[in-house]
């Protein structure tokens, strides 16, 4: 049976690890042709080589900062596989700055990664797609998008900023059938919630489970399947959305 994505291109930022590695490989799985772009060169080239797939596989290493490395990666997939028809911009990073000590060249540098980039992907993509008139766009967000932590500074803007950006490009290329929907993990266990929980007490992560509906974070591969669908013509009739994948965390009131 051919997979959801068979007739698909996908191009995902920050596809060498954690999130964004799980949605190469289910993109693979459910049978599109898949590209990554990645600042971290030997992880992506590691991926790439581990992938049963890795012929309908293509990566290529660079920042999502840059349009520079968005165009050359594009467009070296483009030659490939064709016209992206699903783009996930899943590239992203923390900030644990300081409101009042931050300077504005650290504000300049969350912002790109976490904001800017999903504009400047979706730019390199979107003419492919208005002439294919056909497209579906996945931004990976947050529920900091909702709620946020205390020192995290200003992680919180950035996300919220990126489902604003889906809400806008979801009316703007609704015309031209593309879909821009945005996807909030909570707690996922990857290498940036190490990095957190590394930051505080020891005892945090065990609270943070016991807050859980379920008891427990979710995977990357959970995020992924979400991701799937939102690429796939089963959610044909939804765009604009922001889709939480949190087990149920934000569901809960303070004391509950
Ligand atoms: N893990 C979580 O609990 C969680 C929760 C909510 C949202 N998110 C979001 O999910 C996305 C993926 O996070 P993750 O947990 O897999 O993190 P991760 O750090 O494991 O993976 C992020 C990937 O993005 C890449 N990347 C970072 N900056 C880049 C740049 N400038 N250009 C190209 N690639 C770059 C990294 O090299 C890495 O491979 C991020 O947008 C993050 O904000 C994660």
Not at 116 to 137: F, H
Request: glycine share 10%; net charge negative; charged share 20%.
């Amino acid at each position: 049976m051919a997979g959801r994505l068979h007739d698909q291109h996908i191009l995902v930022t920050g596809g060498s690890r954690g999130i964004g590695a799980a949605i190469v490989e289910k993109a693979l799985a459910e049978g599109a042709n898949v590209s990554f772009i990645d600042i971290e060169a030997q992880a992506g080239d590691a991926l790439l080589a581990a992938l049963p797939a890795k012929d309908r596989c293509h990566f290529g290493a660079g920042s999502v900062t840059s349009a520079a490395d968005i165009a050359r990666v594009h467009d070296q997939g483009v030659k490939r596989f064709g016209p992206v028809t699903g783009l996930v911009n899943n590239a992203g990073r923390n900030s644990y700055a300081d409101p009042v000590a931050m300077t504005e060249q650290d504000w300049d540098d969350v912002f790109a990664v976490d904001l800017k980039a999903a504009w400047l992907v979706a730019r390199e993509v979107l003419p492919g797609m208005i002439a294919a008139k056909r497209g579906s766009i996945v931004n990976i967000a947050s529920i900091h998008a909702d709620m946020t932590y205390p020192g995290f500074f200003p992680y919180a803007a950035a996300k919220s900023g990126l489902v604003g950006l889906t809400r806008s490009l979801a009316l703007d290329m609704g015309k031209h059938q593309i879909r821009v929907n945005a996807l909030s993990p909570g707690y996922t266990e990857t290498f940036l919630v190490t990095e957190f929980f590394a930051k505080n007490d020891p005892s945090l992560r065990q609270k943070v489970l016991d807050v859980h509906p379920m008891g427990r974070m979710g995977t990357p591969a959970e995020i992924a399947n979400c991701v799937a669908f939102l690429l796939s013509d089963e959610a044909s009739f939804v765009t604009g959305a922001n889709w939480r994948a949190d087990g149920g965390l934000s569901a809960r009131f303070a004391g509950s």
